[in-house]
């Protein structure tokens, strides 16, 4: 669901620019009091498993596919406003390095792939834990948020073309809704997927997510988060060619613009460059991403930890 440079006009990526800043910016506010190790940990691997997951695209039926988004994922293990800025370091990473998604458009892009689907995606599993805490119903309160939060995105990205005058609201919401209601299913089932797995492993940092998880229980399950993520990356090439819901959608009802791209990347459309081989070349790139991910994200928590032991001196 990642929005092109040139799709939508000024008078909606820059308000989106500022309110997904605004949004971010309070949240890293939140997560920086309740920094620890183990939270660290866990927000840099579920990053770098989030980064991983999307570049599975799966088919979905009509001829297009589905990426998974992960948003409603995060929120459920690491509560919401963790979960925000995680997925804002992703969707950063695909536009700068990957030129997945624009730069004018990333605004845009933050505001329904990392705060929206948090946000939905939270408040679908919080009220459905509250008719029952049990196993079953973990699982499917992780899939009607995973599902409701991949639908309400692409309601917002319809509307958000809407106001940029590329489509009919009418048309572009209703083609969005379909697509990403079929598409939501295998978020749901992606989602509940992890859930369970994390549910068998350790299922006390399903408990309160915004508790501080310990330290060495976050490094142990970290572990088996990364492999995945580095078994997903590796099987990338098996991702669908299809065009995605966004893409589909557009085609169907939209009406066309300038396309331009103002950053390319190094590694754009998820190749490494100068490789022959285009399957080594996307699973060398994506095996990168993920490690380039969790890096940048443990750093870049870690450096905000270090900002409130600075604030504490003064």
């Known amino acids: 669901m990642h929005i092109p440079d040139g799709m939508l006009e000024a008078r909606t ?3 989106a620019w500022i309110g997904s ?6 949240g890293a506010r939140r997560v920086r009091a309740m920094l620890s190790d183990g939270t660290i940990v866990m927000m840099a691997v579920m990053a770098a498993l989030i980064f991983a997951l999307q570049m599975l695209n799966f088919p979905v039926a009509g001829g297009t596919s589905g990426p998974f988004a992960g948003g409603a994922a995060a929120a459920i293990v690491l509560g919401l406003w963790p979960a925000m800025l995680v997925m804002a370091a992703v969707v950063a990473i695909q536009a700068l390095l990957f030129a997945d ?3 004018t458009a990333l605004g845009a892009n933050l505001f329904t792939m990392a705060i929206l689907g948090p946000l939905v995606g939270r408040a679908i599993y919080v009220a459905l834990r509250r008719v029952s805490g049990s196993r079953g119903m973990q699982l499917a309160a992780s899939f009607a948020a995973a599902w409701g939060a991949c639908v309400a995105a692409a309601l917002v990205a319809a509307v958000l073309l809407w106001l940029s005058g590329r489509a009919p609201l ?9 697509w990403h209601a079929l598409i939501g299913i295998g978020e749901g089932a992606i989602t509940a997927g992890l859930v369970g797995y994390l549910l068998a492993v350790r299922p006390d ?19 088996g988060l990364a492999v995945i993520a580095l078994v997903a990356a590796g099987a990338s090439f098996l991702a669908s060619s299809h065009p995605d819901g966004l893409e589909y959608a557009y085609e169907q009802v939209g009406s066309a613009f300038e396309s331009m791209t ?38 870049g928590l870690t450096g905000l930890r270090c900002r409130r032991a600075e604030d504490r001196q003064r």
């Open 170 to 178: 009418g048309a572009v919401t209703a083609a969005m809704g379909l």
């Open 262 to 299: 103002l950053l390319e990347g190094p590694m754009p459309d998820y190749v490494i460059p100068g490789i022959a081989n285009e399957t080594l070349a996307g699973v060398l790139a994506g095996i990168v991403g993920v490690v380039v991910t969790g890096v940048l994200a443990y750093a």
């Open 13 to 15: 990526w820059i308000p």
């Open 21 to 26: 800043a605004g949004v971010l910016a309070y």
């Open 205 to 223: 940092l399903l408990a309160d997510a915004e508790r501080k998880p310990d330290a060495a229980v976050a490094r142990k399950v970290a572990i």
């Open 101 to 103: 998604g624009g730069i």
